[in-house]
C-alpha cells in the first residue's frame, strides 16, 4: 500500500524483514508467500536488479531505517503481511513489537497498527470476494 514511497535501500531492508517475519512461525503459508510476491510488484522489485535476501540481522537492518514515517510504513505492512492467514501468531508479534523497540517506537502503537491492519485486511478481502463474484 505505502511500499511505493521507499527507495531502493529501503525496498531491499523492507524484503529482507518481510522474509524473516514469514519464517519466524515456521509455517510456509501461501497467502504469506503470494503477499511477498505483490510487495515486490508494488515496490517494482526489477529495479533492485538480481537481489538476493542475504538473512541480515533485523537490528543491523533497523539501524539503515531511520526515517520515522518509513519505519511505520514497516511496521504497517509487515504486520499486515503477518495477517494475511487471518491472524498473527506469537512469534510474529514478536518480531513486529521487537522490531518496534529496534525503531525506538513507542509500544503503545502496536495495538493502533493492529486495529488499522485487521481494518485493511477484512476490507482488502472484501474486495476481492465482491470482484470475483
Excluded: W
Aim: glycine share 4%; hydrophobic share 40%.
Amino acid at each position: 500500500m505505502f511500499l511505493y514511497k521507499l527507495d531502493n535501500e529501503q525496498k531491499a531492508c523492507f524484503l529482507e524483514l518481510a522474509n524473516k517475519i514469514v519464517s519466524s512461525d515456521g509455517i510456509n503459508d501461501k497467502s504469506e508467500n503470494s503477499m511477498i510476491e505483490q510487495f515486490k510488484a508494488e515496490m517494482r522489485f526489477e529495479e533492485l536488479g538480481d537481489y538476493k535476501i542475504k538473512n541480515t540481522p533485523v537490528d543491523k537492518i533497523c539501524k539503515k531505517i531511520t526515517d520515522k514515517n518509513v519505519q511505520k510504513i514497516f511496521v504497517f505492512e509487515l504486520l499486515a503481511l503477518g495477517f494475511v492467514d487471518g491472524e498473527v501468531s506469537e512469534n510474529e508479534v514478536n518480531f513486529i513489537k521487537n522490531m518496534m523497540r529496534e525503531f525506538g517506537m513507542d509500544m503503545k502503537l502496536y495495538n493502533e497498527f493492529l486495529s488499522l491492519v485487521i481494518d485493511y485486511v477484512h476490507v482488502y478481502r472484501d474486495g476481492i470476494e465482491l470482484i470475483s463474484r
